[in-house]
């Protein structure tokens, strides 16, 4: 049975405020996509799947990311599409999820997607690796009390000259842009969230910035 904070996060989420850099264009424009959001009960408590995809990836390439990506006609909407596309990236059982239900959608301009957030419970965990290599590098199962840890978080300067923004160092991965902006406000809904330091602020490494500037030439 799935916790009552991810029942609760589910119920709040349809009242959550989208940010407005982050709501989806009125006209209907961008292309429809979901990831999953996938909790489950570890050896350190309560964790969640993340991915680390390749570097040779053709968006967000290197970025640690919640599993994802676009829903086919054949879906028929964003849960579905969240789990095949977990399944083909992780190579978890589909059946071992519970769908919670679903968060707001948000939009990111840089791939122009529309983006579903479905929240899972792992009620019967399979075990997961980087099932897709040409588009996933590893697979992680990170513990909320290594995400909610203050020495694990900090903010990220870009070189744009854009505000700084939150991010986590994890697992031996920089968690950084839209995954950890979304893991941030559910991290403060669900009331795990630790006072930290938020003027611990460092650049975005230079390799990173790269891979970024390469989603760019090749948006």
Known sequence: MAP???????????YAPVPKAMRPPANGEGRR????????????????????????????AG????????????D??????ALREAQEETGLEPDGVQVIGTMPELYLWRSDNRVTPVLGWWHTPS???????????????????????????????HPAG?????AFRVRGMLVW???????DGVLAATGFEQPWDRSRVEDLPPDVVALASRDRTRG
């Open 4 to 14: 009552g904070w991810l029942t609760d996060l589910a119920a709040k989420a349809g």
């Open 33 to 60: 996509a979901a990831v999953l959001l996938l909790f489950g009960e570890g050896p350190q408590g309560p964790d969640i799947l993340l991915i680390q995809r390749s570097s040779r990836g053709r968006v967000h």
């Open 63 to 74: 970025q640690p990311a919640f599993p994802g990506g676009g829903v086919d006609p054949e």
């Open 76 to 81: 028929g909407g964003p849960i579905a599409a």
């Open 127 to 157: 075990a997961v690796h980087a099932a897709s290599p040409d588009e996933v590098e590893s697979v992680e199962r990170v513990p909320v009390a290594e995400l909610v840890d203050p020495a694990n978080r900090l903010r990220l300067r």
């Open 162 to 166: 854009v505000m700084p923004s939150v």
């Open 177 to 183: 842009g839209f995954t950890a902006g979304v893991l």
